[in-house]
């Protein structure tokens, strides 16, 4: 356990509140703090429904250091399980595909789409071995508007609870609608609380961001908090035919809807379109997004045009925060650095998720010292 101020797990209100401390996006330790207390015990998107629509098409990832699946069984439900095989550890599967059964690609035990183990080559003289006793090990997963959540510990929160009422607020745009078109993945130098740090205010839109802040109504841009989610809403200024800042063909509201989801999920909501952020640690100081698209319309020749204008303006942008965050990352990093202050017009969500990251450290304290007395 890293060392841990207790002033610093003490959440204040926004006026009055400063940043968490440079340490904790810098040292390796709360690297692993991270991993055991935030992402382990949190709820983390593996993939959306469409994705996966028939029985044996799965996805894999890896989150929080650990190999996991989801895949579609022959009675159509979807389950999540470690990637892992319960032989000698190996893998069942490499990349999101399509397959009759899960085979190990080491010594090909084969398990059924449900997890059972069925086929085990050469085993038969192994005595008290029981096939039934070695199905993969199961993972916690809630399906919501299509999206896919496991968690690979205890949840420390209720899933409904990074939701709320999401789907009431977006109408009539609906997430299960989308179909799954493309996934980018960014490599990013710095720590993963930096890269949702930035994410989570419009503060920097003026300075990094100047050509969308010229398409967005930033005097109407808020900030609204829920319990592990919060949202950042702008209506739309008038942007030209072609930008996916515009108002919906079917004369739906030119508005932006970016949720963030605790602690390391972003929908980013434009008229006919979903992109999913998924921010995994990698290092202290080394982060992988991935930029998922899915669309409501993926078929017309005027639908590939607007994907392939969207993923082309996301990526522009997404190279202005890159930037961004590594050079904070240098400055988080400096000896001249420790602690910083809000804006309380514009930083509300990034409060927010600092101190859900403060109740989290806080609980692994706890925990920490429950087993320290027993001990
Ligand atoms: S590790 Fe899977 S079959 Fe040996
Ligand atoms: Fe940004």
Redesign the pocket.
């Given at each position: 356990m890293p060392p841990l101020e207790p002033s610093d797990l003490e959440p204040r209100p926004l006026v009055d509140a400063e940043t968490i401390p440079a340490d904790w996006y810098v040292d390796a330790r709360f690297h692993d703090l991270d991993r055991v207390a935030v992402l382990a015990r949190s709820w983390q998107l593996v993939g959306h429904a469409s994705q996966i629509p028939e029985p044996g098409d799965l996805l894999c990832l890896t989150v929080a250091g650990e190999p996991i699946l989801a895949v579609r069984g022959e009675d159509g439900r979807v389950r999540g399980f470690f990637n892992v095989?319960r032989?000698?550890?190996?893998p069942l599967a490499l990349q999101d595909g399509k397959v009759s059964a899960l085979r190990?690609h080491?010594?090909?035990?084969t398990y059924a789409l449900d997890g059972r183990l069925r086929g085990v080559p050469e085993m038969a003289e192994v005595q008290s071995f029981r096939r039934e006793d070695f199905g993969l090990v199961p993972l916690t997963l809630v399906e919501w508007e299509g999206l896919l959540f496991v968690c690979l510990d205890d949840a420390e929160s209720n899933p409904a609870d990074l939701w709320g009422d999401i789907p009431g607020r977006i109408a009539p745009q609906s997430l299960a609608r989308s179909s799954f078109v493309r996934r980018v993945r960014y490599e990013i130098g710095c720590n993963w609380k930096v890269y949702v740090d930035n994410f989570l205010e419009g503060y920097h839109l003026p300075i990094v961001h100047p050509e969308l802040c010229k398409l967005l109504d930033y005097r109407r841009y808020v900030t609204e908090l829920g319990t592990a989610h919060s949202l950042q809403f702008s209506p739309f200024l008038d942007a030209g035919a072609g930008s996916p800042y515009r108002a919906g063909d079917d004369g739906a509201d030119g508005r932006a809807f970016y949720y963030f989801l605790w602690p390391n999920t972003m929908l980013n909501i434009l008229p006919g379109r979903l992109q999913i952020n998924r921010v995994l640690p990698l290092a202290s100081d080394r982060t992988e997004v991935h930029f998922d698209y899915l669309y409501e319309d993926t078929g017309s020749p005027k639908a590939e045009a607007r994907i392939a204008a969207d993923i082309d303006y996301s990526d522009r942008v997404q190279q202005e925060d890159v930037e961004i965050c590594e050079l904070v990352q240098r400055g988080l990093s400096s000896r001249a650095y420790q602690r910083g202050r809000f804006s309380a017009k514009r930083e509300s969500g990034v409060h927010h998720f600092q101190n859900l990251l403060r109740a989290a450290y806080a609980r692994a304290v706890d925990a920490e010292t429950k087993r320290a007395d027993i001990g």
């Open positions: 095989c032989h000698r550890g190996g190990c080491y010594h090909g035990w």
